[in-house]
């Protein structure tokens, strides 16, 4: 069957931290990989992708996250937390065939100061 | 680049009644578009994929004829909830899917039903 896992429901990092958020997946075919962020009563805003190539993708806002087929694992990372990272995140996968994407349950980011 | 508008962002309507959400693609060519529906504190719910010029496809559960979808250019896609009741609340987003891909949300329609 085709999942996503994000095993935190709610991960709290004081500002200036590091943070990891985990996320993996099962999936039949090769598998695109998708990181969104969404603030409360916000759309979702696209954060990073893979498809192919480098493993290691970089995103908007200092973001990067890590393929790892081995592990079907794509985690979430930032080296320096900032207040505004608080917020909703979502990991997708989906396959480039009909675009449909499936979600996981969402980590929700706290910052303390 | 790679924008997405929804309109309108918040509607009130009384039982019974229908309202219409529109969603577009500003900056790009969309010939697939989703529709979501997030309750609060949870994920996103595929409701439906619609592909421009043809009928949508739905997920499994959801009624075709409440959620009546339409997507009639490249650009446009619309979701009109049919004799909407309590139950319709929630917070409806779209995502139009470029070339390669990759989604991209609206900001989404708080709808609520009273």
């Known amino acids: 069957a085709q999942s996503v896992t994000q095993p935190d429901i709610h991960i709290t990092v004081s500002e200036g931290a590091s943070l990891e958020l985990r996320c993996n997946y099962s999936?039949?075919?090769?598998?695109?990989l998708f990181w969104y962020v969404q603030s409360p009563g916000q759309g979702l805003q696209l954060l990073l992708k893979y498809f192919s190539g480098d493993t290691l993708v970089q995103g908007i806002k200092g973001f990067e996250a890590e393929f790892k087929r081995s592990q079907s694992s794509f985690n979430l990372r930032k080296p320096s937390v900032h207040w505004s990272d608080a917020a909703e995140y979502f990991c997708?996968?989906?396959?480039?065939?009909?675009?449909?994407?499936?979600f996981g349950q969402g980590t929700e980011l706290s910052v303390k100061p | 680049g790679a924008v997405v508008s929804q309109h309108p962002s918040w509607v009130i309507c009384k039982s019974g009644t229908s309202v219409k959400i529109e969603c577009r693609s500003l900056d790009f060519q969309a010939t697939t578009m989703f529709w979501y529906r997030q309750f609060p504190k949870q994920s996103l719910m595929l409701m439906a994929t619609s592909n421009e010029g043809s009928k949508a496809t739905y997920e499994q559960g959801v009624e075709k004829d409440k959620f009546l979808i339409n997507h009639a250019s490249l650009t446009l896609s619309t979701l009109t909830v049919t004799s909407a009741h309590p139950e319709d609340s929630s917070f409806y987003i779209c995502?139009?899917?470029?070339?390669?891909?990759?989604?991209?949300f609206g900001p989404g329609t708080r709808l609520t039903v009273l």
């Open positions: 997708a996968v989906g396959g480039n065939q009909g675009g449909k994407l499936i």
């Open positions: 995502s139009a899917r470029e070339m390669r891909g990759t989604q991209y």
């Open positions: 999936y039949g075919a090769t598998p695109y």
